[in-house]
């Protein structure tokens, strides 16, 4: 069975998803392509055979369209969201769900109206092989009962307008979900910690910071974000247990030796360190939709991340405070046994 | 385009060449599906919607055929080939090309016939992230002049018929091809040395065993291979050069800390450690097909390995002593640019 | 020259120190030997064939002895350290250097009364190769202005005495050491976090936990204490720069790989990860007293020392807090040129 | 106690033990100095406190020193060390014992005669910290019964007088005491195999080279010297076993990131890497002087290595081919139990 599935939105993220899927991921094939911008859209599509669509609408309602992509800028996501459980196409949203607790509230009753989970955020950290490699030590208990955790994301250089909100928005929010899943657990708090920037940093950016989580267990787990560092893309993590540790390294594939120093790559961008674990992403979301399931981050981890991001941007203004992170009742479609699934 | 993919052969290798097309590379369709085990092929076939042709000449010849896999035993492979050249059909052949060098020969003489590479061989390694870093290291000048080589080709065990032949056929071979490709080099001459086996190794077989390379240049590969070792998969390399040295490392993605170790993980076998590599050679390979192209290891390629492990199967017989390895005239069709393409 | 020398405390670590000098470090002789405990005295000053005295006085006083040490409980420190203060004798003070900081005040004076430098602080990392590296790194500039910092002070068990109280004054304080020398800057602000700890606490221990240091320049350093991991001790540290990153490393030497792991070891205790470190920091020690000059921290970092760790157990009791620290201020005599000595 | 040591010969090595033995070695003290050139001798006997010797005899039969340090060149060890053992007294003999078997022989016949075991050999390298922790990874049992390996002596230059012979008896050479003492075993044949050299070595020089060990139990061992590699001074080795490995790593005590490369360093010479070494290796000597005992490599492992260095040699001659190694019957004097001790 071939999934024929719906862009809208064909941004970076976008056109990459749309190559994926196209070149990378069996079983799809692009069936439509909407964006604001036609002759973006027309150009995209006519690189992998498409048609374009007139509207978003035309794309979520269109009957060759059996799941939607939605990559266009997050304070669109929440209407499309909305329109796409109407229909009750499967979505793939990329992240944040909406940018509002309350959109997310809205999207979740709507869901929970549906009654089954028509909905992957697009936290693709958790397809990820070297995450998936940490959640199984968990999992499987070899480290014992969890106590802490150490992130670390860490990326070379950052447009002039990415500001603290957007290290909140953009790169705090993968350790956000990252730390959720990895822990099984809730975020209760959080404390923003930040000194001394490095002279790489635009005017208005603490850089690099430290997020605080305060996990309803009581376990701390403290994300650093260095986003303007000058040297590499490097994401980490160590989570500590009782029994041990485990720790996200940096991939090492290769060494290089030369005068007096050995010395292992650092990524240098996004695409080289998570290019795959993309693919791995859009080929469990098309095989999910085409066994009629639901795999990875829904819209409760969309509404959370939401919720702890707007604490954390307020913990932003309120620097070394404790912030509460409120979440409503989890409905009972977005409860589910541990384990080591996405 | 969609390149419509017939495949000869559904054993182990077969299967997972069907069903990496089929789900992790876009671009491709399993057309037709041939084994001399019906049921098999069948049962494959149908797993991924495809056909089952009645004979491999029917696949080869197929016109809803754009391109031909050849994943049967390896005594097979030179009939097939040639049947595919004889059409005129691109082919992607596992290794061997032949079991022999004069039928190799043949498919040399029939390819330069048809005046363009068609034959695509099943040397995957090239296609390794890990390897094109070390490959970019040398092109790049980065250590320097090559002169000398460490392969290690281990794994953890092997069934009671392995014996000396198939470490050369099944292991060596591998390195053969990868020594000839970050040389830019040819094998003069090979030497094997061995001594204790492991306790684990069957009944003659020598295991490890030294295989040495002795490449025009005089630059000296030695490679080992220990494929009972008791412990995983573990294929390295380490290039030395005159300015430094490049390795090929175990991959590593994460780490655990328990009692006083701090370890990493080893592979447990081949489909851990090159399972997206066989992927990104599959890829490489449908976009050449669709592309009109050629990339990757060719009958030249194909030929000088069966060459050498002929030559090292003697060296075998003859432990210790100097084996030379003699090659026709390259014909120039298989002449190309040094540089960093697979 | 042979430096004779005085010791006084036959504990734990000055049994060692007497161990060190007598058989690891040249150019000294165990001249006297007292402790309360006369047995204990006796039994060691026996064991390298030095005397024993009747009171501490009577070893700072001797003629014979050209430098002391002081390795008895913290609480004995100020007196006996003023008392060689008094005499004019070269002394290696055990950490703290007392335990308020009014005790530390009157040293201070009592030093700059003489006018040059005698006291040497045990804190003996600076003298460690790891570290020295990592300062190295700092003060060459290679990885730009300093911008944060991470410590981790594992350890794998600690008595049932062993609170929080003991985290800051034991454990914490060779981070605040650390931190000061390697970033040249002072405490201005610390705060403690702690969250759930691990069943193999104690009652009252919160393990692990953070303590944040804010230092002068604004730049924030996170240590870690995690005491009772029940795995080894592990003790790193990361300095992240404008340009680059520099860490001391959990050290290794070898490697051992078994079923699919390749593992490198973690030190059981400080004996193995810190042995050579402390015959380093003695070797030192004697080499100035030889040569009449003083090296490594001195009475200023002692007297840091137990204002930070006043002001973290005053952090520890209002979790989450920032408490300030308060230094006098610094005498001319402990000004020292920026660079890379101890 | 204090052990009164007489050193014969003030060249590199000779200077460096006897600021060893006084500086950080306890429990030695340098008696007496002689050498060749007299100024030298008295330059390095007065940075030490020790007096001069007119002659060779009058160091070694002086009634002042307890235990004599050979340090001059390869040719005169041999009378050296046979009037130490007329004499009676322990001795450090700096590697080779002597440069021809007849010599090691006409010692070992002399020192069976004494009775008791006096010559220790400079090889330093079991008194490492790193080989003492695979050998005991080997003696555990942790990776079986060890079945081959690999030893890597990689050296960033060497003086236009190095040649291929130096490369045998002043480079290989410690790996064949290395290799002995690992496996507990002796070196039955060697092969030489070497082809491109570096454009950095000299004339004459076969540089990288590999000697080739295969052990009386069938057991092989490759060795590759890469004396003018350009790089670093760089010792590891592998051993496996049935059951997994173990390898001497480059050691690493901190880390760099920069611009995409994290960077460990690789020592840029002996002393870097080694003196920790040396001075373990003379603080074991002076204390089995001091306790009447004997430690580490004796004559019989002297013996060893210079029968084997004759064979390489030979092998070198010979390249490619097998040289065996003929060893006269080990005297009960040298038969000892198999564990860990150095």
């Known amino acids: 069975m071939v999934v024929n599935v719906g862009v809208v939105g064909t941004g970076m993220i976008g056109t990459e998803h749309i190559e994926s899927l196209a070149n990378h991921v ?70 944040p769900l909406a940018t509002s607790a309350a959109d997310c509230v809205k999207i979740l009753e709507a869901e929970v109206a549906v009654g089954r989970k028509l909905i992957q955020v697009g936290f693709m950290r958790r397809f990820d092989v070297g995450y998936q490699q940490v959640k199984e030590a968990i999992a499987s208990g070899a480290i014992g009962e969890t106590v802490m955790g150490h992130m670390f994301h860490r990326n070379p250089e950052v447009p002039p307008e990415f500001g603290d909100e957007m290290v909140m928005n ?44 305060e996990l309803a267990s009581g376990v701390l787990v403290l994300a650093e974000a260095f986003v303007a560092n000058g040297f590499g893309y490097d994401v980490r993590c160590e989570v500590l247990g009782s029994d041990g540790t485990v720790e996200l390294s940096t991939p090492r594939l290769s060494a290089r030796t030369t005068v007096n120093a050995r010395s292992e790559r650092i990524p240098d961008g996004w695409k080289e360190r998570f290019g795959d674990t993309y693919r791995r992403e859009l080929k469990a979301w098309i095989d999910a939709v085409a066994a009629g399931t639901h795999v990875g981050p829904d819209a409760w981890d969309g509404y959370a991340a939401t919720v702890i991001a707007d604490a954390g941007v307020e913990a932003q203004r309120r620097m070394g405070e404790r912030v509460t992170v409120e979440l409503i009742d989890r409905p009972d479609l977005y409860r589910r046994a541990k384990g080591t699934s996405p």
Chains 1, 2, 3, 4 share one sequence.
């Open 170 to 213: 953009d790169a705090f929010i993968h350790e956000m979900d990252v730390t959720r899943w990895l822990f099984d657990d809730e975020v209760a708090a959080v404390r923003v910690l930040a000194g001394r920037s490095t002279p790489k940093a635009h005017e208005g950016l603490h850089d690099p910071q430290i997020l605080v989580f």
């Open 26 to 95: 069996g079983g799809a094939r692009i069936a439509a392509v909407f964006d604001v911008d036609g002759d973006r859209a027309a150009e995209v599509a006519a690189s992998v055979g498409a048609d374009t669509a007139a509207t978003a609408s035309d794309v979520i309602r269109s009957e060759d369209v059996d799941a939607v992509l939605i990559a266009t800028p997050g304070f669109t996501h929440a209407e499309l969201v909305l329109e796409c459980l109407d229909v009750g196409v499967p979505t793939m949203c990329e992240k």
